[in-house]
């Protein structure tokens, strides 16, 4: 049997991203580049779309005849029968571009149910589920630290606004990296939360190609900037988390100077940019591949839903896992194809692979088996993954 599915006894996981086509209730434009988009969530559909601060859904709609696939953060704090999303148009960005200048009320586009990592954990003991809570230590308040670029502030107000709000103890600093006044993102929203927690919520807006009065606050953030905030505004020593999201130069130069500083990898939480190129074909339904059964090919199952299906793969076409299991099941979760945003995370029940780049897995998850589907390929000639475990 090389492509076909089987009934497995096992329970689905209740939580595992699943699609619902849900109505556009508002679009509010940010920026020339950026608009919020808010979703109604049904009341029977409440309970698959609560999420955490940080989280993101993916979108899927068709356009010009093919589907596709775009994830975006939540940029609200939890609020029941509500997702809200913003989406900044990327250069040549097929998805972006076609909603900031399209989109409107009372359109419906197919949203997953939130999913990511990208959540404080402050006072958790576990990796624990979407579902639950924010940790305890959270709620106690604590000392956060965020640096975020362009839209990477979309995940980081949330979280901010979360904090801020579930203690009176928690202070925030937010150093938030933009071109120009006019690229930035939740100016007013920003504005309005420093008034609300004047003393405890520290705003820096960094600006690349504007002049402000601070030099420190003007420029691209590079090495001998990040020493400086250190130096003056950032005190590392008594941060209980740090949140990066922005694109990977940024996130890498934020981690490598943390971790020089001595501060544990385990209070770092980032988040990239897509780093994907999201308009090849992996990104849609997978990267036409042709299976020769006379030839030598991996046999990879996977399990899904609680079906099992097995799929065969050639091995010099060096394809993920990902792209191999959407040949006969197109359900299978994926949103970035890049490594980036972990919807396509299943664990490895037999066999081996190796992954290519991993920007989403906590090192505890892949330590207990954890892959991102659509980075890996077989080692060995069979492969078992389970995407509901
Ligand atoms: S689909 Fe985003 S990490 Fe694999």
């Not at 006019?182 to 960094?206: I, Q």
């Not at 590079?222 to 988390?241: G, I, Q, R, W």
């Not at 980036?340 to 330590?367: F, H, I, Q, W």
Request: contains cysteine; glycine residues 8%; negative net charge.
């Amino acid at each position: 049997m090389t492509e076909a599915l089987q009934e497995t006894p096992q329970q689905a996981s209740p939580r595992r991203a699943v699609f619902h086509p849900l109505t556009v209730s508002a679009v509010r434009r940010l920026t020339e580049d950026a608009i919020e988009v808010s979703f109604a969530v049904p009341a029977e559909l409440a309970g698959q779309y609560d999420y955490l601060p940080g989280q993101y859904v993916a979108l899927r709609t068709e356009l010009e005849g093919q589907q596709i696939r775009r994830s975006y953060s939540i940029c609200a704090e939890p609020v029941p029968g509500e997702i809200r999303v913003a989406i900044k148009r990327d250069l040549g960005g097929l998805f972006s571009t076609w909603a900031n200048a399209n989109l409107k009320a009372g359109d419906v586009l197919d949203v997953m149910s939130p999913m990511g990592a990208f959540i404080s954990r402050h006072g958790m003991t576990e990796m624990n589920h979407p579902e639950q809570l924010l940790g305890e230590g959270a709620k106690a308040g604590g000392s956060f630290v965020a640096f975020a670029a362009g839209s990477g502030i979309t995940p980081v107000i949330a979280i901010a606004r979360t904090l801020l709000a579930a203690s009176p103890e928690t202070t925030f600093d937010l150093v938030y990296a933009n071109k120009a006044a006019m690229d930035v993102m939740f100016l007013e929203e920003l504005a309005d939360l420093k008034d609300k927690y004047p003393s405890r919520l520290g705003l820096h807006h960094v600006l690349s190609r504007e002049q402000r009065i601070s030099p420190l606050l003007s420029g691209r953030i590079d090495a001998a900037k990040l020493a400086t905030l250190f130096e003056t505004v950032l005190d590392t020593d008594d941060v209980d988390e740090w949140f990066l999201c922005g694109p990977f130069e940024l996130v890498q130069l934020c981690r490598d100077t943390l971790a020089a500083r001595g501060v544990a990898a385990e209070k770092v939480r980032f988040e990239l940019f897509s780093t994907g190129t999201p308009d090849r074909p992996e990104g849609q339904a997978g990267r036409p591949v042709v299976v020769d059964e006379s030839a030598r090919n991996y046999s990879i199952s996977f399990t899904l839903d609680g079906l099992t299906g097995k799929v065969s793969s050639p091995t010099h076409a060096r394809e993920s896992i990902l792209n191999a299991a959407l040949r006969v099941r197109p359900d299978v979760p994926f949103a970035c194809a890049g490594g980036v945003c972990g919807t396509c995370r299943a664990k490895v029940v037999s066999g081996s692979v190796e992954m290519d780049e991993n920007y989403a897995l906590e090192p505890d998850e892949v330590a207990k088996g954890y892959v991102l589907t659509c980075q890996s390929h077989p080692t060995t000639d069979e492969v078992a993954v389970d995407f509901d475990a």
